[in-house]
C-alpha cells in the first residue's frame, strides 16, 4: 500500500529537508525524531565505490517498512529499464523515486508518472563545469510534465562537492516560473546551507556527506545542528 505523503504539494512553502544515503534503522527514526521530511536509500550496485551505503532490494524494501508515515521515502535508481524501475516499485513502495540516470527516456518516465501517480518522480540533473543555464534548462525542459521536482546536483553524485549555485539560482527561478519544485544538492553543510539556500531558493535541500560520519553512517549531531539553524533562520 503506498501512503501518501507530498513532499511538493502546491501550496506548501516551507524549506524541506532530505537526508540522503541512510542505511540504519536507528537513523531514521533519528531523523524522523528531528523532523526530517524525507529519507534516501541507494539502491543497488551502480552508486560507486562504496558498499556500506548501497543497499539491495530486500534492504531498501525493509528500511522503507520503517519510515514514519509523516516522512517520505526516496530510492535512488540508476536503472532506465521501464520493467526494472517498475518492479522496483512494487517491490520497494516508496513514497518517491529519484532518477539518477540522465538516459531515462521521455515515453518511460511519462510512463511511470502517469501510472503511480501516488508516487512521487524527481529527476536530478548533474550541473558539470562547462554547463550553463541553457544547457540545464535544455536538459529539464523535456521533462517538465512527467516529474514532481527536479533535483538540482554536482556533477559527481554523493561526493560531497558544490557546484556553481549561481548556475542553479537561474535554473530555479526559470522551473518555479512553470510552477515546478526543485531541490538543491551537493556538498551542502551545516556552514553553506544558509548562504545557498538565500541564493538558489530550493524547495528542499538534500544532504549526505555533510551529515554523515562515514559512508551510510549520519551524523546526527550534525543534522540536528543543520534544523536549528534552519529554524533560527525561518527556514
Ligand atoms: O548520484 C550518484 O551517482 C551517487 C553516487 C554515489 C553515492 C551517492 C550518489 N547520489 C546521491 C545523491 O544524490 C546525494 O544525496 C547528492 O549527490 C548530495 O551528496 P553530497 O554532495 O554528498 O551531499
Not at 40 to 67: C, H, Q, T, W
Request: aromatic residues 6%; glycine residues 6%; hydrophobic residues 40%.
Amino acid at each position: 500500500m503506498f501512503i501518501e505523503v507530498g513532499l511538493f504539494e502546491a501550496g506548501n512553502n516551507k524549506l524541506k529537508v532530505k537526508i540522503c544515503g541512510v542505511t540504519r534503522p536507528q537513523d531514521i527514526i533519528s531523523c524522523s525524531n528531528l523532523g526530517i521530511d524525507a529519507v534516501g536509500f541507494l539502491l543497488g550496485d551502480r552508486f560507486g565505490r562504496y558498499p556500506s551505503d548501497k543497499l539491495s532490494l530486500m534492504e531498501v524494501a525493509n528500511l522503507i517498512n520503517l519510515v514514519p508515515n509523516d516522512m517520505t521515502s526516496v530510492v535512488l535508481i540508476k536503472s532506465v529499464d521501464k520493467e526494472e524501475i517498475i518492479s522496483i516499485i512494487e517491490k520497494t513502495e516508496p513514497n518517491a523515486i529519484q532518477l539518477q540516470n540522465p538516459l531515462i527516456s521521455s515515453e518511460t518516465l511519462k510512463f511511470l508518472f502517469h501510472t503511480y501517480t501516488k508516487v512521487e518522480f524527481i529527476k536530478t540533473i548533474k550541473i558539470q563545469e562547462t554547463d550553463n543555464v541553457n544547457s540545464i534548462l535544455l536538459n529539464a525542459l523535456p521533462f517538465t510534465k512527467m516529474v514532481d521536482a527536479f533535483l538540482l546536483d554536482s556533477a559527481r553524485g554523493g561526493s560531497g562537492k558544490t557546484h556553481n549555485w549561481n548556475i542553479s539560482k537561474e535554473v530555479v527561478g526559470y522551473l518555479h516560473s512553470l510552477k515546478i519544485p526543485v531541490v538543491l544538492a551537493g556538498g551542502l553543510t551545516t556552514n553553506n546551507v544558509l548562504h545557498s539556500v538565500n541564493l538558489v531558493k530550493p524547495n528542499m535541500i538534500d544532504l549526505m556527506t555533510g551529515v554523515s560520519l562515514e559512508r551510510g553512517i549520519k551524523n546526527i549531531d550534525e543534522i540536528k545542528k543543520l534544523q536549528n539553524i534552519l529554524k533560527l533562520n525561518e527556514l
